[in-house]
């Protein structure tokens, strides 16, 4: 059986842009699965609020492995975690929890920078390449950078900062770099020929769509935290309508209980 993390690596490399519609639950997980999604990542925002945590590194450990074992439960393609900065500064904790999420058959995590040094998540990563060869375990590290949504330097550098950090991660043992807010095409193609890893965007205001950035070299798309923002949205304005009129009417489901049902049979 060929292991989780390698399947991921390979849908990194087949030619065609990876699409991924970050899920925050088993019922979102399973409902993009039978959609098609050749693999599932979270969003560390949308999964926090599903667990009643704020975004921003305030999940506890086990409540970040019970989570990724529960999804794990349910699919049959591969899994994704984001796991922040992984909850901690010292890398051997990191290590430890990326060991934990691999032993549990999650294929892939995300780790990210932040506003803190560059060099730190390098310590990460190595820690995490270490461990895992240790323990006989893989996986596919996503270094995110927060370059631009941080705003760590301006404009006109995101691209010069993306390509030093992405080739410094890449030297500590990374296999993809995920730079959220990047839309510039003539940055998106500086950044794709300045560092040799498969390149992740996050659907953003102004991003190219899929068949552009295909072009353009990107070989990952993530809508982040989009989609439970949508729909809790939709959530509030059916709430309120529900609470203030008291009307059914409009509480019919697009998706028929017997459908979602199906999903966990």
């Known amino acids: 059986m060929t292991a989780p993390a390698t399947t991921f690596r390979a849908l990194h490399a087949n030619g065609t842009l990876l699409r991924l519609p970050n899920a925050w639950d088993a019922a979102s997980a399973r409902l993009f699965e039978s959609l098609g999604a050749t693999a599932i990542a979270t969003t560390s925002a949308g999964v ?93 590290v996503n270094a995110r950078t927060d370059i631009v949504l941080a705003r760590l330097v301006d404009e006109g550098r995101f691209a010069e900062e993306a390509i030093a950090r992405g080739r410094l991660y890449q030297s500590a043992g990374v296999d993809g770099l995920f730079v959220p807010g990047l839309t510039s095409p003539a940055q998106i193609q500086a950044v794709v020929a300045g560092v040799n890893l498969p390149l992740n ?45 008291g009307d059914s009417s409009k509480l019919q489901g697009q998706i028929p209980y017997a459908e979602m049902q199906k999903l966990f049979s």
Not at 210 to 227: D, M, N, P, T, Y
């Open 48 to 140: 926090a609020w599903s667990q009643g945590y704020a975004d921003g590194y305030a999940m506890p450990i086990d409540v970040v492995v019970a989570f990724a074992k529960n999804l794990v439960r349910v699919l049959q393609v591969p899994l994704s975690v984001d796991m922040e900065d992984g909850y901690s500064d010292d890398p051997a904790q990191v290590a430890d929890l990326a060991a934990r999420l691999a032993g549990a058959g999650v294929a892939g995590i995300n780790l990210e920078d932040g506003r803190k040094p560059p060099e730190l998540l390098a310590r990460k990563v190595q820690a995490i390449r270490e461990r895992l060869a240790r323990d006989g375990l893989d996986l596919f």
């Open 201 to 245: 965007l996050m659907a953003w205001g102004g991003l190219a769509n899929a068949a552009e950035l295909q072009a353009l070299g990107v070989k990952r798309l993530s809508a982040g935290s989009g989609i439970p923002q949508a729909l809790w949205g939709q959530a509030a304005a059916l709430a309120t309508d529900f609470l203030q009129a």
